[in-house]
């Protein structure tokens, strides 16, 4: 085993422009020395093509990616295994209760153990889609699954962010368009001056506690408008006077 290991290489040294533009994909050195050097090589290669960014680690899943802030976790059974189903199933039920995003990608080359996987997922009370469980032919189109999923996780992530954004964005013109609604209720206000209220005091509270001193001396209101200003607040016949629209 210590020959396997001497065999792999480090991306992050190989290609120190990558920055992990596309996230980062953490591997447990574990499951990595495991594995045949070349298809750690392979799997460097195919994260640099795809701006991830790899490190290698002690954690309890094979692979955890993380994506636009989201950790997707992966357990990568590369060799299916008949006389020792037990102990994959046992691992499967205990990372899933550990992970939110958990995957199990089990790579199943033949028509027997295809069949063998079956009757274990049944056998060992596997409920569908908890964990999601992804078959494939082969470890290569295993790990670019694995890479999709994570990948679209992310994407997924960032466009609820986005979302997220754009309500705020809404919440806050609305807001604004009703505190100038408010403040050009009072006589003497327009929109310049509300503006100007706006950007040295703050919310309507703040406004309410303002003394006709502090609103001369952080806005460029006249003397006038600045009593009536404080007026309005303080005045029934002026604040239920005038009507918004």
């Known amino acids: 085993m210590a020959s396997c290991r001497s065999s792999y290489s480090d991306p992050t040294q190989q290609n120190p422009s990558n920055s992990g533009g596309g996230g980062v994909c953490m591997m447990s050195t574990k499951w990595r020395d495991e594995q045949h050097p070349s298809f750690i090589n392979f799997i460097s290669s195919f994260l640099t093509a795809n701006s991830f960014r790899l490190n290698f680690v002690l954690i309890a899943p094979d692979l955890i990616f993380n994506c636009g ?9 590369t060799k299916w ?34 069949e063998s996987f079956v009757r274990s997922y049944f056998k060992y009370g596997m409920q569908l889609g908890r964990p999601t469980f992804l078959p494939v032919q082969d470890i290569e189109m295993g790990f670019e ?14 466009h609820d962010a986005k979302s997220k954004m754009k309500a705020e964005r809404k ?7 009703i505190f100038l609604k408010v403040v050009t209720s009072i006589p003497l206000i327009d929109n310049h001056d509300a503006n100007l209220v706006n950007q040295a005091i703050g919310s309507i ?9 502090y609103i001369l001396d952080n806005t460029d209101l006249s003397a006038e408008k600045a009593e009536m200003v404080v007026r309005f607040f303080r005045d029934p016949k002026l604040y239920l006077g005038p009507k918004i629209n």
């Open 145 to 158: 699954k694995i890479v999709k999923a994570a990948h679209c996780h992310g994407v997924c992530k960032r």
């Open 81 to 114: 295994d008949f006389n020792d189903n037990a102990t994959i199933f046992n691992r499967v039920k205990k990372l899933k209760e550990q992970f939110a995003h958990l995957y199990v990608v089990v790579t199943l080359p033949t028509r027997e153990q295809n």
């Open 205 to 213: 509270q703040a406004i309410v506690k303002a003394s006709k001193e």
């Open 69 to 77: 802030g989201l950790s997707v976790s992966f357990i990568f059974i």
């Open 171 to 177: 919440q806050l013109v609305q807001g604004m368009e």
